[in-house]
């Protein structure tokens, strides 16, 4: 990583108040060239409910100093009812957070300083609604940069996979959110007599978003709102769509190349959920920032720099390595296609094999050696070595390769299947397993049998009869050896990332009617074509932060078995970063545990459960946040005990509790 000390233009930071529609102000943090009163320039927006003075401030003083010193307008804002706003935040991408964007997008266009042209950015959260701004048209966005984000909330977010209920982030994002929302204003930004009554007003709106993400288990109007595939044309801001084959987003950027309309040009390399440039496993970085000014000042500034030269799709294949939950740095090369779906790329079909059917009753944990379904780079975000895995399955494999297989895209199974029960789940796994057995994880793809029709609706099976099913698994990139074999796995069980239907069944296959489609990339395709490249890693220079190792050092992942009882825990401590201590004094606590339980042969055994304490401290300003969450379910319905209680200086300010139920649709 290099650090960039000094800029072409000196660089003044300011906090300021963004008046909204309704007069609820939103609190910024703009950084922009001191002379940019009399030589305007652009604006750059990333629009966040994570809290510009303390959660993000170390990953904001990575960047907006940087664009600020390379002749922009660089403006981070907390959301309503988030950080140092006012008002209150009652969902994710409601359309109170839209318009309020397209507010502000207005705003910054119309300030002195700037040209009048805007460019949104961010990652996840930030990425989300910088596709729905762009959707929404204001008339000074010319341009967005959205990373490891979503243009589909229902069938690519944290909600709903394939459409399964996705237990292992509806509830812990979930309990996670119910903390980060309740968190208070600073009393520095917002003032001494005003942050409690700030907080209170946050605090008495809470709702658990458990409650309506739940009460929405099939694709209707509520997920249609805000998901950018259901009309790519309503996009004409230019996008750099940007992922990582560690990240469970990959998927948006190979449709958000094949689809827009647009100026578009999409890149994914071998990252998990952060920023390209900030070297976190797996690597490696890419000088992100510089990657992101050509575009910028391509499309905000009208220069030449080469960004629309590039490849639609810039695509990093991995190269093979043994399983392990993490890797410093993946082997691999950069490829590029012009177009997507790409001439480079065809469909080889491979048939399961075998002439009779088979059984797949896989144990209900089956899936623990799953991994984090949103790597950040830690030790243990990465699915291990799949054997166990693959013990709990059914498999079927090719002969050994004669030669190496490049993939690039969705592969596809289709399975012809009948299921013993009316509603089931069916999950299959690609893993490329080498000679001496060792079995690593390349993509997967789950389907709620429910939801085969279509995910707008819930049709369930007839038991008896046999259908074909066919379902996409995730994008990937990745090259198979001569001499490994390519593993299909197939299970109707993934604890904890599919949560079980409310009775235990099982499937028949027939594997000889059976395939898995694999898009094979023509590994000759680039030998015209220059080398892909990126500059060395740089930033601005850190946030003098000191992170407290952990008081009590515990395991980031442990699994254990009770043998007696026939049980399985999976417990994780998500690491966001823990507890630390600002340049401004401010103390930062951290803690969060999920927790989820499940007997091998019960599923109403299924149990998951989050918990978190925050604490900011600074100049006998103290509060603290505890929360808990957890979700259960008969047969019939999902069971949620959601709690907050909130401190300052020792005295309570509220204690909350709620105890919902929602009845089972589709899941």
Not at 160 to 183: E, K, N, P, Q, S
Not at 306 to 320: F, T, V
Not at 358 to 371: C, E, K, W
Not at 436 to 450: F, I
Request: hydrophobic share 35%; aromatic share 10%.
């Amino acid at each position: 990583m290099r650090y960039r000390e000094t800029f072409d233009r000196e660089v003044r930071v300011e906090d300021v108040w963004i008046p909204t529609r309704d007069g609820t102000r939103l609190h910024a943090r703009v950084w922009r060239p001191t002379d940019a009163e009399t030589a305007p320039v652009p604006a750059l927006l990333e629009y966040l409910p994570y809290r510009k003075s303390d959660w993000t401030a170390p990953r904001d003083a990575q960047r907006h100093p940087w664009y600020a010193g390379h002749g922009y307008a660089s403006v981070r804002v907390d959301l309503r009812g988030s950080g140092d706003s006012e008002g209150v935040m009652r969902d994710e991408y409601d359309e109170t957070e839209l318009a309020d964007g397209v507010d502000v997008v207005n705003w910054l266009a119309a300030q002195p300083w700037c040209t009048g042209k805007v460019g949104m950015f961010g990652i996840s959260w930030g990425g989300f609604n910088a596709l729905q701004i762009a959707a929404l048209r204001p008339e000074p966005l010319k341009a967005i940069v959205t990373v490891c984000s979503a243009d589909d909330r229902y069938d690519n977010d944290v909600h709903y996979i394939g459409g399964a209920v996705l237990g292992i982030d509806m509830l812990a994002w979930a309990g996670t959110m119910l903390a980060f929302t309740a968190r208070p204003p600073h009393p520095t930004s917002v003032g001494e007599d005003r942050w409690l009554p700030m907080w209170r007003e946050r605090l008495d709106a809470l709702e658990p978003y458990l409650h309506t993400w739940l009460a929405h288990q099939e694709r209707d109007a509520y997920w249609r709102h805000g998901s950018v595939c259901e009309d790519y044309a309503a996009v004409d801001a230019a996008v750099l769509a940007v992922g990582g084959w560690a990240d469970p987003y990959r998927d948006t950027v190979l449709r958000l190349v094949e689809h827009l309309d647009a100026p578009v040009r999409g890149l994914i390399g071998p990252w998990s959920h952060q920023y390209p440039d900030r070297g976190l496993p797996p690597g490696p970085a890419i000088g992100f920032l510089q990657e992101t000014l050509r575009w910028w000042d391509h499309w905000l500034k009208g220069e030449e720099t080469g960004a629309m030269d590039e490849p639609l799709l810039r695509a990093w294949i991995n190269d093979p390595v043994p399983p392990a939950t993490s890797y410093d740095t993946m082997p691999g090369r950069w490829v590029g296609d012009d177009a997507w779906p790409a001439p480079s790329v065809t469909w080889d079909e491979r048939p399961l094999g075998g002439d009779e059917p088979v059984i797949v009753r896989s144990p209900l944990h089956t899936g623990l050696d799953a991994g984090r379904y949103f790597p950040f780079g830690n030790a243990t975000d990465l699915p291990p070595d799949q054997r166990e895995e693959d013990g709990r399955s059914r498999c079927f494999d090719s002969a050994p390769l004669d030669e190496r297989v490049e993939i690039l895209g969705r592969p596809r199974v289709r399975l012809r299947l009948d299921s013993a029960t009316r509603r089931a789940h069916v999950i299959a796994r690609v893993c490329d397993v080498a000679p001496d057995g060792s079995s690593t994880l390349v993509t997967r793809g789950v389907l709620n049998l429910m939801s085969r029709h279509g995910r707008e609706k819930a049709v369930e099976w007839e038991p008896g009869r046999y259908e074909d099913v066919e379902f996409e698994l995730n994008g990937t990139g990745y090259a198979f050896p001569p001499g490994h074999r390519i593993r299909v796995a197939v299970s109707d069980a993934y604890w904890p990332w599919v949560w079980p239907h409310g009775e235990r069944g099982q499937l028949t296959v027939r594997p000889a009617e059976s395939a898995l489609l694999l898009p094979v990339r023509d590994p000759g395709a680039d030998a015209a074509r220059p080398p892909i490249t990126f500059e060395e890693p740089e930033q601005a220079p850190p946030l003098a932060v000191t992170v407290d190792a952990p008081a009590e050092p515990r395991p980031e992942r442990t699994v254990t078995h009770d043998v007696a009882a026939g049980e399985w825990v999976l417990d994780v401590d998500p690491n966001y970063g823990g507890s630390r201590t600002y340049p401004d004094g401010l103390r930062y606590e951290e803690s969060a545990r999920e927790t989820y339980r499940i007997r091998a042969e019960d599923p109403l055994s299924a149990v998951a459960s989050s918990r978190w304490t925050i604490r900011l401290r600074r100049d006998g300003w103290d509060a603290e946040i505890r929360t808990t969450t957890e979700l259960r379910a008969t047969a019939e319905e999902f069971i949620m005990d959601s709690s907050v209680e909130a401190r300052a200086n020792g005295e309570t300010v509220a204690n909350r509790v709620w105890q919902h139920s929602i009845p089972r649709t589709s899941a």
